[in-house]
């Protein structure tokens, strides 16, 4: 199977299960596009009517280059994963290796397009206790086999209202580390409201990664995230943010802002992001209610996929003039990449990774929090939801009958399995405006990968 388009002035060829990406002249696409399902002369024809200057003999040449492709595995490669993608999920059973700690199920912010009901999680409000915390750090050491790291992420509603059971959950951590094996990686995601100077020292000294959630412009910013008095919050975290980025060196952090039915021009916040100094950037399409004013509609989305193909050409431009920047949904490395397990098996939820609540229950991501029929147990008992966690264990790329004919298949593996669930009611089910999103974004990732590779 091959993928074919056009974008940022490129020809350009994927090979489906090779993961072969071409870069290609006009006619060589031509001959590509007619290949399958005719013969030899019958492409060669085809394509001279297209080109009627271009001598038969240049034709001829390129068929036979585009023949060699496909002998040497890289185009029109056969799909033979499907036979290994409960195997390989098979191997990794019961090891746990990453936990989301909802160390606070609060927030002192009261965002409109909020997936976790102002950090409530649709329950009460609460905070972890050192005690349950601690629990959970030892919960995956002893799950997590002979893998050495181990990663947590310290999430909400917003950490850092419970700053302190987070120092020492991570002090705890180091103390252990020697004696177990193991060694923690430790992710922050705040809102920044209580950054101080202390927050910034910890990130700095011990978090290999900090998301800092920013809708880009001011006027969306505060529309949406806001205190519970009604007032916007740009003004007070961004000159947190950028002492934060400074402090770290412009490194190792993301940006993370949301896109909504209010700004599918998404660029301009991204553009502000970047007015503001920040060179790490991700924004996400809102995940909310069918029929809530934030939804992203079918108007929105020519916007957006005309907003994801700017972005590419911004990117390369900026390239040009020595200013460059990252956007996390187009880093992809076309020399290697994930390897095929994770192509097939996605992001691990319920089984190589899962979400702690303050009580300690287990849930398979952060975004399930809340959702009884998916607690999976809790951190004293383990796993004892067998029936659910088995959803999860069976989800990969080839449990989605809509999957198999797309190209984009073995770079989204899938798709997120709490997107599906929340579209239509099934962790296996198929979330289809996020897939027509996903799709140009693995577009536009890949041309601006080619493009790159073109000028080193």
Sequence with gaps: MIHQYKLCGYNIVLDVCSGSVHAVDDIAYEIIARYEGNTREEVLDQTAALFPDVPRSELEECYDQVAGLEQAGKLFAPDTFAPMAGKLKEKTAGVVKALCLHVAHTCNLNCAYCFASQGKYHGERAVMSFEVGKRALDFLVENSGSRKNLEVDFFGGEPLMNFQVVKDLVAYARSIEKE???????????????????????ANRECSNVV?????????????RVDYAGNGSWEKIVPKFQALVKARGGKDYYMRGTFTHANPDFLKDIQQMLDLGFTELSMEPVVCAKGDPSELTQEDLPIVLEQYEQLAKLMLERDEVGKPFTFYHYMIDLTGGPCIYKRISGCGSGTEYMAVTPWGDLYPCHQFVGEEAFKLGNIWEGVTNREAQAQFAACNVYAHPECRDCWARLYCSGGCAANAYHATGSVTGVYEYGCTLFRKRMECAIAVAVARAMKA
Excluded at 182 to 197: E, P, S
Excluded at 212 to 224: N, Q, T, V
């Design 180 to 202: 177990k094996g193991k060694h923690f990686r430790f992710t922050l995601t705040t809102n920044g409201v209580q950054i101080d100077q202390d927050v910034i020292d910890f």
């Design 212 to 224: 800092l959630s920013l809708d880009g412009r001011k006027e969306i910013h505060d529309r949406f």
